[in-house]
């Protein structure tokens, strides 16, 4: 079957349902069955593509295997197929389906194959060949700012790995310019939605009784989220779904109009179902780590009072820099471009922090980044006790594995958790004096 079959959009239509409905598993089980035997290259695209935004990147990349056995290959395909390797933690494998990308003539534009090997290792050459690749890419006129932002910003990590700082800074630089030609941060609609996050919830929808939790991990970007929901969830009455998007959907379409209880009673199934998904027999608790789930915890209260929240802080001056280097596609987080606006979101969040402490100060626990760090172990038996958990056995531990990482730090988060960015900014304040106020706070 192809994109040009009569029965096309009837298929569509049904998975996106399943999808919506929570039933992720049956929604790509529906196309991988439609297309077993794609006749090109876009039906196999598009369904892998789906089963990739499904959270379901193994079962995409067992199916695109197949359809490479079929003799189906192009460039998009080879790049999607890096991708899902790379969220998988097979890093040897994504490089190897990124570069075969980049060489059979991927457009960059579409697919920053570039830019995503320097998000596969940790360089210690700064010579290494990827830089050679990535200046020229810089180089070349023809891609898009955003493009060679993206391009920047992987060519300033290849410095900082290899300690050529003053080299990062000017690449990073060089990043931002390129990156606010197309993209600003709207700092009235911030300001709007901090202080609506501080306006307190109406009474608690109890609903249906569950026998698993809500388990929100929420902090700034790169604040240790990722890291903390994943070794979270080792534990084997757990389960990851990384960052969704669904809370704060629900969060924005229950301030457009009156929470009435039908309306609150839609909206926890619709949340709920998104975080359970197909899972049987269940687990007792469900992780979402969107950071920016900080600005909806009134409605997740409201919807399910035994949600309970893990708030992640870093020091300020390495989490300014940790953000202000890093390439982010969304435009929630537009802010990172300048470090007076990294300053006002890190001071509104501390406020809401307080807020939210006070209000609630038995569903939130506090994870400072470099207690985590520096003692892995205690922080996170404190994190399961405070869900009601006793931590498992080792070799619990060792069974229940990483499930895949998508967002921009899932490289760092399959290592073994080390101290090394602890005052990592404190490299930087020659090049950037910004960072020294922090320091000094």
């Not at 006070?358 to 506090?366: D, E």
Request: net charge negative; charged share 20%.
């Amino acid at each position: 079957m192809s994109t040009a079959d009569p029965s096309w959009n009837a298929n569509w239509e049904h998975a996106r349902l399943l999808r919506n409905q929570g039933r992720y598993d049956a929604a790509c089980r529906h196309l991988f069955s439609a297309y077993a035997s794609p006749d090109d290259a876009s039906a196999a695209y598009e369904v892998a593509l789906f089963a990739k935004q499904a959270h379901r990147p193994a079962d995409a990349l067992n199916y695109l295997a197949s359809v490479f056995e079929n003799g189906i290959s192009t460039p998009r395909l080879l790049a999607l197929m890096g991708s899902l390797c790379h969220v998988l933690g097979d890093f040897a494998g994504a490089r190897e389906k990124l570069l075969a990308a980049w060489r059979a003539g991927v457009d960059l534009d579409e697919w920053q194959v570039l830019p995503a090997l320097a998000h596969l290792q940790r360089y210690s050459n700064r010579d290494h060949s990827d830089r050679t690749l990535l200046e020229a890419a810089l180089a070349d006129q023809r891609w898009a700012p955003r493009t060679r932002a993206a391009l920047g910003f992987a060519l300033g990590k290849l410095f900082d790995d290899t300690e050529a700082y003053g080299d990062a800074v000017a690449a990073w630089e060089q990043a931002h310019r390129w990156s606010l030609l197309t993209t600003g941060w709207d700092d009235s609609k911030w300001k709007r939605r901090v202080d609506q996050a501080r306006q307190p919830s109406e009474s608690g929808h109890r609903g249906v009784a569950r026998a698993w939790t809500p388990v929100l991990v929420v902090g700034l970007p790169r604040s240790g989220t990722t890291l903390l929901a994943d070794r979270l969830a080792r534990h084997p009455a757990l389960r990851n779904r990384g960052e969704m998007p669904f809370l704060l959907h629900v969060h924005d379409l229950l301030a457009a109009q009156p929470r009435t209880p039908e309306l609150l009673t839609a909206a926890s199934e619709l949340w709920h179902a998104h975080l359970r998904q197909d899972d049987q027999p269940g687990a007792a608790g469900y992780i979402d780590n969107n950071p920016f789930n900080l600005l909806a915890l009134e409605t997740a209260f409201s919807l399910d009072p035994e949600t309970r929240v893990l708030w992640c802080r870093r020091a300020p001056a390495d989490n300014a820099l940790s953000q202000w280097s890093q390439s982010f596609a969304h435009l929630d987080y537009a802010y990172a471009h300048r470090f007076e606006d990294i300053a006002r979101v890190q001071a509104d969040v501390a406020v809401l922090h307080g807020t939210m402490v006070r209000r609630w100060p038995s569903r939130i626990l506090t994870i400072e980044y470099e207690d985590f760090v520096l003692s892995p172990d205690c922080t996170l038996e404190r994190a399961w006790h405070f869900l009601g958990l006793q931590p498992p056995r080792q070799a619990d531990g060792d069974v229940h594995h990483q499930g895949p990482i998508t967002s921009a730090s899932l490289w760092q988060v399959r290592q073994p958790i080390h101290a090394g960015s602890v005052g990592h900014s404190r490299h930087y304040v020659e090049w950037l004096p910004q960072l020294a106020t922090w320091q000094a706070s």
